[in-house]
């Protein structure tokens, strides 16, 4: 049993723009460990046509939101683990006064790698999100309000 069978998904929960026979191939895809086949053999509809549904744009995110915010509840469930596992090591070293300090410095190197590579993909998706766009500002000399300035400047 995966992750994805022990939490129902609930027609409350897609947007509505979705049809009903796309969030109900969603949730079954999702439900069936995002097998196509699965998906295929619970709903007796042919893989083509799920797949088909699966490649509608509204579809598609709903279920990549859906699998993104399991990523990260597992994401922050293994930086819980990682945690608890260096506070032991620590707690181990000082009941046995030897150890290497060696263990407990790769687990802390592990975790502050773990923690930055989530910092990373928090800030992908912040990105997409927000939508982020770069803007370049150019100034000519000798035009406007720069120019005039550019101009004192130099002649004084």
């Not at 046509?49 to 509204?58: K, M, S």
Request: aromatic share 6%; hydrophobic share 40%.
């Amino acid at each position: 049993m995966n992750d994805y069978q022990l939490q129902p998904f609930s027609e409350d929960a897609t947007p509505d723009l979705i049809s009903p026979d796309g969030a109900k191939i969603a949730n079954t895809y999702l439900a069936n460990g995002c097998s196509i086949k699965e998906c295929s053999h619970s709903l007796d509809i042919p893989t083509h046509e799920i797949a088909a549904v699966l490649q509608q744009p509204l579809v598609k995110t709903y279920v990549n939101s859906i699998l993104r915010e399991h990523g990260y509840r597992h994401m922050v469930a293994i930086a819980e683990k990682l945690d608890d596992l260096v506070d032991r090591k620590w707690v181990e070293i000082d009941e046995a006064e030897l150890g290497s300090n060696k263990d407990i410095a790769d687990l802390l190197q592990m975790a502050h790698k773990f923690r930055m590579d989530m910092a990373k993909l928090l800030q992908a998706d912040i990105g997409k999100e927000i939508g982020v766009t770069k803007n370049t500002q150019v100034n000519v000399y000798g035009e406007g309000s720069y120019g005039r300035l550019m101009e004192k400047l130099i002649d004084s």
